[in-house]
């Protein structure tokens, strides 16, 4: 996982620019515009730094919580070497975080200031993840589906402007192919296994499909201050273009399974190709993301558990003469 | 105390409204830029960093984040605070002639002269 971050539409765009230097940010933009990246030292906009903070730390967060409700199958999930695989799939995750707490650590956000907005919930991670792994079947949906959401959303951004979020994306995407690949393995093997399997993972699939909707966020308003970000190369696709792009994608290896989609209406219009859908709940997204789904109490306080009780050992291990400065790449 | 549909949550008794003092500066540590070599004979490659309270702890965790998969056989670790580095925006101190044939094999083309001596002594 799992980018996206969630940007205030109603957030003016007027202002975005006040106070900046105008020759410096012509030569920022023709920068980015001849296909060059950035680098943590280089001059930027103020804007330009505020949303990849919270768009990289997001992302980071992400990962961390996401390891939760597939972390929670490791031990039950069936035989030994889904077992192994599962493992190594969440410690992947939570290495994504590492690495993408390092990218934004560059641009002056110390990861001790990102997990403290963590972990009182001031800062959003992908909604997805406020909602629990009821069966096996569940997880195998979410390592299939759900990355490859993410996958479409971190290969979009890996072509992004920013220099060390590129490069953790690189890295990241290299594992993403192993755990979209698990995640069909296991959906096929319960969508071909018996008439209970079946059931199981249609379920599952019912279950995850709303979520699955609001994943890649409402549709964008087309403003000023998206013009901005994606000319920045900051947000690389809007919202609608990556869903299209998943939907076409995934529908079809869904329907080749024999399982069904929760959506009456989901079709693909021959004639624009473009996939229409019941207008997901955007209510719900709203309500989940600030703080009432049916898991955010919960993932927030076990995240709050690991730091308390680590602390102790990361105090011990800590040296008077050690001292932080910011990372350069 | 939670009662989650993850056993290790149950197990793990934690309250929900468990607030905590927020992290202070340096509970992460320092940061290391980590150094790869895949193969005997391949150069170090520099692939990001980790944050370690010192550098045995740092080769620990560079191993799991840079080494968990595909081929490894070395890592080196250095304090980031212990690196040196030019500025990008003194990047043009690596300008000096544009015309750098003369540094390439490239800049070096004899066979002309040397068919064209051939030709003259057998002729
Ligand atoms: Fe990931
Ligand atoms: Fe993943």
Same mark, same amino acid.
């Given at each position: 996982?799992? @980018?996206?971050?969630?940007?205030?539409?109603?957030?003016? %765009? %007027?202002?975005?620019?006040? @106070?900046?230097?105008?020759?410096?940010?012509?030569?920022?933009? %023709?920068?980015?515009?001849? @296909?060059? !990246?950035?680098?943590?030292?280089?001059?930027?906009?103020?804007?330009?730094?505020?949303?990849?903070?919270?768009?990289?730390?997001?992302? &980071?967060?992400?990962?961390?919580?996401?390891?939760?409700?597939?972390?929670? $199958?490791?031990?039950?999930?069936?035989?030994? !070497?889904?077992?192994?695989?599962?493992?190594?799939?969440? #410690?992947?995750?939570?290495?994504?975080? #590492?690495?993408?707490?390092?990218?934004?650590?560059?641009?002056?956000?110390?990861?001790?200031?990102?997990?403290?907005?963590?972990?009182?919930?001031?800062?959003?991670?992908?909604?997805?993840?406020?909602?629990?792994?009821?069966?096996?079947?569940?997880?195998?949906?979410?390592?299939?589906?759900?990355? &490859?959401?993410?996958?479409?959303? #971190?290969?979009?951004? &890996?072509?992004?402007?920013?220099?060390?979020?590129?490069?953790?994306?690189?890295?990241?995407?290299?594992?993403?192919?192993?755990?979209?690949?698990?995640?069909?393995?296991?959906?096929?093997?319960?969508?071909? @296994?018996?008439?209970?399997?079946?059931?199981?993972?249609?379920? &599952?699939?019912? =279950?995850? $499909?709303?979520?699955?909707?609001?994943?890649?966020?409402?549709?964008?308003?087309?403003?000023?201050?998206?013009?901005?970000?994606?000319?920045?190369?900051?947000?690389?696709?809007?919202?609608?273009?990556?869903?299209? #792009?998943?939907?076409?994608?995934?529908?079809?290896?869904?329907?080749?399974?024999?399982?069904?989609?929760?959506?009456?209406?989901?079709?693909?219009?021959?004639?624009?190709?473009? $996939?229409?859908?019941?207008?997901?709940?955007?209510?719900?997204?709203? =309500?989940?993301?600030?703080?009432?789904?049916?898991?955010?109490?919960?993932?927030? %306080?076990? =995240?709050?558990?690991?730091?308390? =009780?680590?602390?102790?050992?990361?105090?011990?291990?800590?040296?008077?003469?050690?001292?932080?400065?910011?990372?350069?790449? | 105390?939670?009662?989650?549909?993850?056993?290790?949550?149950?197990? +793990?008794?934690?309250?929900?409204?468990?607030?905590?003092?927020?992290?202070?500066?340096?509970?992460?540590?320092? *940061?290391?830029?980590?150094? /790869?070599?895949?193969?005997?004979?391949?150069? /170090?490659? /520099?692939?990001?960093?980790? /944050?370690?309270?010192? +550098?045995?702890?740092?080769?620990?965790? +560079?191993?799991?984040?840079?080494?968990?998969?595909?081929?490894?056989?070395?890592?080196?670790?250095?304090? *980031?605070?212990?690196?040196? *580095? *030019?500025?990008?925006?003194?990047?043009?101190?690596?300008?000096?002639?544009?015309?750098?044939?003369?540094?390439?094999?490239?800049?070096?083309?004899?066979?002309?002269?040397?068919?064209?001596?051939?030709?003259?002594?057998?002729?």
């Amino acid at each position: 996982m799992y @980018g996206n971050a969630y940007i205030d539409p109603n957030e003016k %765009a %007027a202002g975005i620019l006040a @106070g900046e230097d105008m020759q410096k940010l012509a030569e920022f933009e %023709a920068r980015i515009a001849r @296909g060059e !990246k950035i680098e943590p030292k280089d001059w930027m906009p103020k804007e330009y730094r505020k949303q990849l903070i919270r768009m990289i730390e997001q992302h &980071a967060h992400s990962e961390i919580i996401g390891a939760l409700p597939e972390g929670t $199958w490791i031990t039950r999930a069936p035989g030994f !070497k889904r077992k192994l695989a599962l493992m190594a799939k969440v #410690q992947d995750e939570v290495g994504h975080g #590492q690495l993408l707490y390092s990218a934004a650590e560059t641009l002056g956000k110390s990861r001790e200031a990102m997990i403290n907005d963590l972990i009182t919930g001031k800062s959003k991670y992908s909604n997805v993840f406020n909602y629990p792994a009821f069966t096996w079947a569940d997880a195998c949906v979410i390592a299939w589906l759900i990355d &490859a959401g993410a996958i479409i959303n #971190q290969v979009a951004n &890996a072509k992004g402007s920013y220099g060390p979020y590129c490069r953790a994306l690189d890295r990241i995407c290299t594992e993403e192919s192993f755990h979209l690949k698990y995640g069909h393995d296991n959906v096929v093997t319960l969508a071909t @296994g018996t008439p209970v399997q079946r059931k199981m993972v249609q379920e &599952a699939l019912n =279950r995850w $499909w709303p979520p699955i909707m609001h994943f890649f966020g409402p549709s964008d308003k087309i403003s000023n201050h998206t013009e901005i970000l994606m000319r920045w190369k900051v947000k690389m696709a809007t919202n609608d273009d990556m869903r299209q #792009q998943f939907l076409n994608m995934y529908v079809p290896k869904i329907w080749d399974l024999g399982l069904t989609v929760p959506d009456a209406k989901l079709s693909k219009n021959e004639e624009t190709g473009k $996939w229409e859908y019941t207008e997901p709940d955007w209510d719900e997204f709203k =309500r989940v993301i600030n703080g009432d789904g049916p898991c955010n109490a919960e993932r927030l %306080a076990v =995240r709050r558990n690991a730091e308390e =009780r680590g602390r102790w050992v990361r105090e011990a291990l800590n040296t008077s003469e050690s001292k932080y400065m910011v990372p350069f790449a | 105390m939670i009662k989650s549909l993850d056993p290790r949550v149950t197990r +793990a008794e934690i309250e929900l409204d468990n607030a905590i003092e927020p992290l202070k500066e340096m509970d992460q540590w320092e *940061t290391f830029e980590v150094f /790869h070599q895949k193969r005997r004979g391949d150069q /170090h490659m /520099h692939v990001g960093i980790v /944050h370690a309270p010192n +550098a045995e702890m740092a080769i620990l965790f +560079a191993k799991e984040q840079y080494g968990r998969r595909g081929l490894s056989v070395n890592i080196w670790v250095v304090k *980031t605070r212990d690196v040196f *580095t *030019t500025d990008y925006d003194d990047s043009d101190i690596f300008e000096t002639v544009p015309e750098k044939q003369y540094r390439e094999a490239g800049g070096y083309k004899v066979m002309d002269k040397i068919n064209k001596y051939k030709k003259s002594v057998k002729a």
